[in-house]
């Protein structure tokens, strides 16, 4: 099984559209993972301005999440259509974010430019993701926070996420092909590679 990255330029005009096929990974749908992620922002870094990397942005959801709190924020997607959605969206909006277009293993960022970089629903849509981690390293100031969510690698992940989710007629929500089980992530590994990094874990929180 492979993955099918490019789906995401395919239905990028749907980002924003709440019949769309992306707008399930929308902060009003799925509240629980950005309310975590702006909880650990102010508790790992504390109130004011901080510049914060959205790292495979899409259409932009959790960037204007974080910008509408008043975090510097700067969008990161491969997908040059996702990012010109977003840019709009952001014009719209009236938020100041500076979207860019890069990959994950090659960041177009100087070296510690950040103090936070959010890579949601990412780790597990490329083919290293230990060279994603060695560029968010690059990028991170001294003392910045990492904030993942990727999926476990487990029997019952494999049956929802790619059967019930993407291959069963009736259940399917996904695409075939947008997630390769064999590239989801286990905790473990995913902490080993971080302290090969030279960080280390805070907290691992399962949803």
Avoid at 5 to 18: G, T
Avoid at 65 to 78: I, K
Avoid at 90 to 106: F, P, V
Avoid at 115 to 140: G, M, P, Q
Wanted: proline content about 5%; charged content about 20%.
């Amino acid at each position: 099984m492979t993955v099918d990255n490019d789906f995401y330029s395919r239905a990028a005009s749907s980002w924003w559209d709440e019949r769309g096929p992306l707008y399930a990974l929308h902060p009003s749908v799925n509240t629980t993972r950005i309310e975590y992620v702006l909880a650990t922002l102010e508790r790992q870094l504390g109130q004011g301005s901080r510049r914060v990397l959205d790292l495979g942005c899409g259409g932009g959801f959790v960037s204007e999440a974080l910008a509408v709190r008043g975090l510097e924020v700067c969008g990161v997607d491969p997908s040059q259509a996702s990012i010109e959605v977003a840019r709009a969206h952001a014009l719209e909006s009236q938020l100041n974010i500076d979207y860019r277009l890069g990959y994950g293993e090659n960041l177009p960022l100087p070296d510690a430019s950040v103090d936070a970089v959010c890579c949601l629903d990412v780790l597990e849509h490329v083919n290293d993701f230990r060279a994603v981690l060695s560029e968010v390293v690059r990028v991170l100031r001294p003392g910045g926070v990492l904030i993942f969510d990727t999926i476990n690698r487990t029997l019952k992940s494999r049956f929802v996420i790619a059967f019930l989710l993407q291959d069963f007629p009736l259940t399917r929500l996904a695409p075939k092909r947008l997630h390769d089980p064999r590239l989801f992530i286990t905790p473990s590994e995913l902490s080993l590679a971080l302290t090969l990094h030279g960080m280390e874990t805070l907290e691992l929180v399962g949803i």
